[in-house]
């Protein structure tokens, strides 16, 4: 995988026109196009189809979590608008995670269309330890809860998960080579943290072992965003 390819921008904005600004300004250096809830229910669904129309690849995150009939239909509507990746929260459970890979498979084997990956979604990168143990009466650390989520993933079916990147070695370590990770709170040395309490840099997230790297706002707020991720692509190429 190329440098470039491991980068999943964020368009974390309001409008269309912004959003599709964006790809296709940066469509060339990066990898894939993360349609999160913001831009997602502010224009509509629609917005997938135009970013493959301009060559991109999208990661839905919608983090679904709800009963499993209701996040298997979900899952097969999503499949069928051919989005690479999309996710659900691991803490709706084996049975919801396994009708979720369910749905893309029978989408797959329906449509012929390439299969969604699914992600679960382990501890919120905003998270800190005595939140999760405190506030959401989660006993553990952090990486015990993460990890334990990641293999209930895998054991439910699901391609991958998405963690902070201090995590990434013990779930690489826990799930195997084959098994996909997805980064946010990843920040560059020259970038602001913003609201991230786990977060690290690019170069040491990959070296970590993750696939993939959700970043944002370090692009999207440059002064000049093509500046910006090939600045990121050269690091993690050094």
């Given at each position: 995988?190329?440098?470039?390819?491991?980068?999943?921008?964020?368009?974390?904005?309001?409008?269309?026109?912004?959003?599709?600004?964006?790809?296709?300004?940066?469509?060339p250096?990066?990898?894939?196009?993360?349609?999160?809830?913001?831009?997602?229910?502010?224009?509509?669904?629609?917005?997938?189809h135009?970013?493959?129309g301009?060559?991109?690849?999208?990661f839905?995150?919608?983090?679904?979590?709800?009963?499993?009939?209701?996040?298997?239909?979900?899952?097969?509507?999503?499949a069928?608008?051919?989005?690479?990746?999309?996710?659900?929260?691991?803490?709706?459970?084996?049975?919801m995670?396994?009708?979720?890979?369910?749905a893309?498979?029978?989408?797959?084997?329906?449509?012929?269309?390439?299969?969604?990956?699914?992600?679960?979604?382990?501890v919120?990168?905003?998270?800190?330890?005595?939140?999760?143990?405190?506030?959401?009466?989660?006993?553990?650390?952090?990486?015990?809860?993460?990890v334990?989520?990641?293999?209930l993933?895998?054991?439910?079916?699901?391609?991958?998960?998405?963690?902070?990147?201090?995590e990434?070695?013990?779930?690489?370590?826990?799930?195997?080579?084959?098994?996909?990770?997805?980064?946010?709170?990843?920040?560059?040395?020259?970038?602001?943290?913003?609201?991230?309490?786990?977060?690290?840099?690019?170069?040491?997230a990959?070296?970590?072992?993750?696939?993939y790297?959700?970043?944002?706002?370090p692009?999207?707020?440059?002064?000049?965003?093509?500046?910006?991720?090939?600045r990121?692509?050269?690091?993690?190429?050094?």
């Amino acid at each position: 995988m190329q440098a470039k390819d491991r980068i999943i921008l964020a368009l974390d904005v309001d409008s269309e026109e912004q959003a599709l600004n964006l790809v296709e300004r940066l469509q060339p250096h990066v990898g894939l196009f993360k349609v999160g809830m913001q831009l997602y229910n502010g224009v509509g669904p629609g917005i997938i189809h135009k970013i493959h129309g301009l060559g991109g690849q999208v990661f839905l995150d919608l983090k679904f979590h709800d009963i499993p009939n209701t996040v298997g239909a979900v899952s097969r509507v999503i499949a069928g608008l051919g989005c690479l990746m999309f996710n659900v929260h691991c803490a709706g459970g084996r049975a919801m995670m396994e009708s979720a890979a369910r749905a893309v498979q029978e989408v797959e084997e329906k449509q012929g269309k390439t299969r969604s990956r699914v992600l679960g979604v382990t501890v919120l990168t905003s998270l800190s330890q005595s939140q999760v143990n405190e506030e959401l009466g989660i006993p553990g650390t952090v990486q015990d809860v993460v990890v334990r989520w990641a293999e209930l993933a895998k054991n439910s079916g699901l391609d991958g998960v998405v963690a902070s990147p201090r995590e990434v070695s013990a779930i690489r370590e826990a799930c195997g080579p084959d098994f996909l990770i997805v980064t946010p709170g990843v920040r560059p040395t020259w970038a602001d943290t913003q609201d991230q309490k786990r977060f690290t840099t690019p170069r040491e997230a990959v070296e970590s072992g993750a696939d993939y790297l959700v970043i944002g706002r370090p692009i999207t707020a440059a002064p000049d965003p093509v500046a910006a991720a090939q600045r990121i692509t050269s690091e993690l190429e050094e």
